[in-house]
């Protein structure tokens, strides 16, 4: 639930459109559960008559039940175009900021963290893992908004029509949120492994094509082809699993709705036979029971859909949660200008805790001294370096610039 928590965090300063567009949708909501209406009417009043009961208004009164069911429609599309627009508007903003809050910390944090991992990891994460915040908005949040509120709506007038009706058709209801249940875990744990093959495909692609003079230089083409299809095979291995999961779950569920139908006009047809339910309400029952069970299968959809953003979520703020080995002391103060007096004291430093590059080094270059570091490929010159601009912080020891140590220095 934290995830949720933080994801509704980046929605809250567009609460006054989500306001708007959850009226907004309650209203669609109730349009929708107007349309079998008319057409209850039409069966019940008109033609249960027969042609010996016909009045010369009525055919007005077809023609204004037919037309009323048209303007309904054209109403709730309207709604529903209105709705939709504004939503995604809204993940969309909300997935601007996620990326801005991604890529930003990605830059502040030290080399010591993107030494550790492959920037397309870094990329994937921005460019992808991140539009899970607009998944859990748009396909999450407001789609069980919805998805309830009809549920609710359906259940109340089915229970008018007919109660015992609609308690047969809704035993299948736990059953359905059992199968929800049990095809949740293992979709988000398929949707994480997807994620993260297809972020190794998009490493091996960027490695392979960005060293193309090399791979060519050496003939190694074959070579980089195969590493590619290796990781890509993976991936698609994991692409197949978590479809034969998806394929498994919605044969179940739909099953499982079938035999709910089936069941409910077996003994809505004997109730019409008895006399206690007019043919016109059968109908009506029938429409009104689609439109329970399609915000059920919504709902188990919209599970799935969460479990894989979930994954994708957590991926993002990670990163986000991460940090950093290199931090300013909280008394650091800013300095416009040194003299350049640069002392290593007693400084030790490693890349891994067991692989340590220097070890107590003492070094003291005076303002304007021109200093050369000689040694081999590995010996740490590099590394030295880049301890000044504290691209990296020592394991121990100090590194002062005019006296003072560069941890309280920004």
Known sequence: MSIYRRVLRYYRPFLGQTILGLLLSLLGIGLNLLKPWPFKIIVDDFLRA?????????????????????????????????????????????????????????????????????????????????????????????????????????????????????????????????????????????????????????????????????????????FEVRQFQQQARQSLQANLRLTLTNVNSALVISTLMVVGTAVMYYIGTLHVLAGTLTLGSLLVFSAYLLMLYQPLESLTYTAWAM????????????????????????????????????????????????????????????PNQIVGLAGGTGAGKSTLLSLVPRFYDPTTGSITIDGRDVREVT
């Open 50 to 222: 027969g042609p010996a009961a016909i009045r010369s208004d009525w055919r007005i009164w077809i023609l204004l039940l037919c037309l009323a069911l048209v303007v309904i429609q054209l109403l709730w599309g309207i709604i529903n175009w209105i709705t939709n627009y504004l939503f995604v508007k809204i993940g969309l903003q909300a997935l601007l900021k996620l990326r801005t809050d991604l890529y930003s910390y990605l830059q502040s944090l030290s080399l010591k963290y993107h030494d550790a991992r492959r920037s397309s990891d870094s990329s994937f994460r921005v460019a992808y893992d991140s539009q899970s915040i607009q998944t859990i908005y748009n396909k999450g949040f407001t789609n069980i908004f919805g998805s309830i509120i009809t549920l609710i709506g359906t259940f109340v007038i089915m229970l008018q029509l007919d109660w015992q009706l609609t308690l047969v058709s809704l035993a299948i209801v736990p059953l359905v949120v059992g199968a929800i249940y049990l095809f949740a875990h293992r979709i988000r744990r398929e949707s994480t492994s997807i994620q993260e093959q297809e972020s190794a495909v998009l490493a091996q692609a960027q490695e392979g094509l960005s060293s193309i003079r090399m791979v060519h230089a050496f003939g190694r083409e074959e």
């Open 307 to 366: 479990e894989g953003a979930t994954a994708g979520a957590k991926r993002c703020f990670e990163v986000l949660d991460r940090q950093d080995d290199v931090v300013d002391s909280p008394n650091a103060i800013a300095i416009s200008s040194a003299d350049g007096a640069i002392a290593f004291k007693a400084v030790n430093f490693g890349y891994a805790q067991d692989r340590p590059v220097l070890r107590d080094v003492d070094l003291c270059i005076q």
